[in-house]
């Protein structure tokens, strides 16, 4: 299946042009030539997250036009993008094959498609123009940037990691440079966790080599500490020197109820009365963050008893905050509790994408000497490739799904655990009080973008597409029915789009009138329709269409609040039987979709076609796909 197989460009397109989500997608016009600009966004693509470059569309102060490119035309600039991605003068790398650019058409308007995938580590950085240094770009929420020269010096850097970062031999170091303490503290928890292993009879220099934080390198002679060995055992003021690592700063914050507060009920970071090392650092925060987790466990010695997944998935994801950080960066690591979320933030950029995290089993380590001493004393299996057991942990837990962020300047990989089961009853009263009783009832997927909405504040497509099972395009289409129907209201356009909840909807207020004696009978009707004979479908349905007539007489605006009180399980039957009911007169999938509670995507795939194909419905327009489409029953 080709890449935009899935792809309906009309309504893609539309919704921009509506300032609706675009997700990762740039417009340019082609009016005046191929666009000198397409080479500049073709960088950031692949030095970021990938991305899609529509040509032929302009935009001018926020409004969207199409160019109506000719036949002749779109081959033209097909030739030129060809030649020029394979020119390394115009782009060093072409990362396309023909499945990636493709010809389609918008309200009988020609347009092309290129899909610009993410740069793997050992491609970037991507550049335009013969000098990396000039012409290296990321993307942000504002649009391309231009990289700076350090920017793309660590994207070399990271592209080498036969090379390990921590592996760097440190000049004019000595032991005592190391804190002895924390040596002796990492020799005991390793005996705990390999008793009798061979490395704990060497002395602390041959223990060092073993773990990878002395080296001698044999083709230079050149021996001594390496920043690994300091990062993990060094003493402050021996790590944070200009020759190791400068910018070197550890910090835990721990937030009270007022998370706007500057004020901390605890934090940890060097302030003098302890040596900030990796190692010290690690054990004085990993206990504090597990606290906070609802099930209780207990340490026998210093080895953990009755560890839950969501204890696993805490300490893979220090570990990993703690072994993935570019200690080059100016920027600190942070880790931060509060009573809705553990943060887990450090400085550098992902060496994998967001997909190969949230897919597991991937893992590029920039610091492979850390990883090892991690591992070796027994605190993760494969310390730095726990993704999956992060992601597992989390929702074996029943709560919200982990959520992984890049940002830029100074660049930074921020992983959110929120401590919000999906199941909580506070939770789901909450909900209910703004939204109504009826929205529990609506697909799982639905429900849980509402929950991320109240428990966070806002929800995006980005943030969805690592939490749900789903496309982009199909989130996309998911957020706008939830907006049609009330339930969010959007904020911003493109990209940037976010999602809240929309507090001044009358769907619960609406919901309450149904306990009026005008509706009585749909509860009733809505309970028999799970009977397991389904006998009472027709009476349930004439209750319907009663208790719709009187509403419309009272209070036209709950109509939907009615219908959408249908229960969800229900035979395809009664469903069928259902939907005629309510499609008396011309109506949208849409429009159906509201008044029964479904989602617009389950009754366009699985529904309506096999009803129109049985004789139980009838279409409007004869073009399946028309915009302006509706259905109304047969008899």
């Not at 002395?203 to 990062?231: C, H, N, P, W």
């Not at 709560?399 to 506070?426: A, F, H, Q, W, Y």
Request: charge should be negative.
């Amino acid at each position: 299946m080709k890449k935009y197989d899935y792809l309906d460009i009309s309504s893609f397109v539309e919704e921009l042009m509506e300032k609706k989500e675009s997700v990762e997608i740039e417009f340019k016009s082609a009016a005046g030539g191929f666009p000198r600009s397409f080479w500049e966004t073709y960088s950031s693509f692949a030095n970021t997250d990938g991305g899609t470059i529509v040509l032929g569309v302009k935009e001018k102060k926020g409004e969207f036009y199409i160019d109506s490119l000719t036949d002749e035309l779109i081959e033209k600039y097909k030739k030129e993008f060809w030649s020029g991605v394979n020119n390394k003068d115009i782009v060093n790398l072409n990362l396309l094959s023909n499945d990636d650019v493709v010809d389609a058409e918008f309200d009988g308007h020609k347009v092309i498609l290129f899909y610009i995938p993410r740069a793997t580590r050992d491609q970037r950085p991507i550049y335009h123009t013969p000098n990396p240094y000039n012409g290296t770009y990321k993307r942000n929420h504002e649009g391309d940037f231009k990289c700076t020269e350090q920017e793309v010096r660590r994207m070399y850097a990271d592209a080498n990691v036969a090379v390990s970062a921590d592996s760097r031999i440190l000049d004019n170091y000595t032991f005592e440079d190391i804190d002895k303490a924390s040596l002796e503290q990492y020799r005991r928890l390793f005996d705990l966790a390999k008793p009798g292993h061979a490395w704990l009879a060497l002395d602390d220099i041959s223990l060092l080599k073993k773990l990878g934080g002395y080296k001698v390198d044999r083709q230079t002679g050149k021996e001594g500490f390496t920043l690994a060995g300091l990062l993990m055992f060094g003493k402050t003021d021996a790590i944070t020197d200009e020759a190791c690592a400068p910018n070197f700063f550890l910090d835990y914050r721990e937030l009270g109820e007022d998370t706007s507060s500057t004020r901390w009920l605890d934090r940890i970071y060097p302030d003098g009365t302890w040596e900030a090392n990796l190692f010290q650092f690690y054990k004085r925060v990993l206990p504090k963050l597990q606290e906070i987790l609802p099930l209780p466990f207990h340490l026998e010695g210093d080895t953990r008893k009755d560890e839950t997944p969501a204890h696993v998935a805490v300490r893979e994801a220090l570990i990993n905050t703690l072994i993935h950080a570019d200690y080059s960066v100016n920027a600190s690591t942070v880790i931060t509790r509060s009573k809705n979320e553990l943060v887990f933030s450090n400085p550098g950029c992902l060496l994998v994408s967001k997909q190969q995290f949230y897919d597991g089993g991937d893992s590029v380590c920039r610091n492979l000497a850390l990883q090892k001493m991690f591992m070796m004393f027994g605190k993760a299996e494969k310390a730095g490739s726990g993704a999956d057991k992060i992601i597992s942990g989390w929702r074996d837990s029943n709560l919200n799904s982990p959520n992984l962020e890049e940002k830029n300047r100074p660049d930074k990989v921020i992983l959110t655990l929120p401590l919000i089961s999906i199941l909580d009853n506070k939770i789901k009263e909450e909900l209910t009080s703004i939204l109504g009783k009826h929205v529990l009832c609506m697909e799982h997927n639905k429900v849980l973008t509402l929950v991320i909405a109240l428990t966070e504040g806002v929800v995006s497509n980005e943030r969805l597409r690592y939490t749900l099972n789903m496309h982009k395009y199909d989130i996309t289409k998911m957020l706008k029915e939830l907006c049609s129907e009330g339930y969010l209201v959007s904020d911003g356009i493109g990209r940037g789009t976010t999602y809240h909840l929309n507090k001044d909807s009358n769907l619960n207020s609406s919901s309450d009138n149904l306990n009026s004696s005008d509706s009585s009978n749909l509860n009733s009707s809505s309970d028999n329709l799970n009977s397991s004979d389904g006998s009472n479908l027709n009476s349930s349905s004439d209750n319907l269409n009663s208790s719709s007539d009187n509403l419309n007489s009272s209070d036209g605006n709950n109509i939907k609040t009615t219908t959408k009180r249908i229960k969800k399980r229900c035979s395809q039957k009664e469903l069928f039987g259902i939907i005629q009911n309510s499609t008396e007169t011309w109506k949208s999938v849409e429009e159906i979709a509201i008044e029964i509670g479904r989602s617009t995507q389950y009754l366009k795939g699985e529904i309506i076609p096999v009803m129109v194909n049985k004789g139980l419905l009838e279409r409007e327009h004869a073009m399946p796909n028309h915009p302006a489409q509706r259905y109304k029953r047969k008899f």
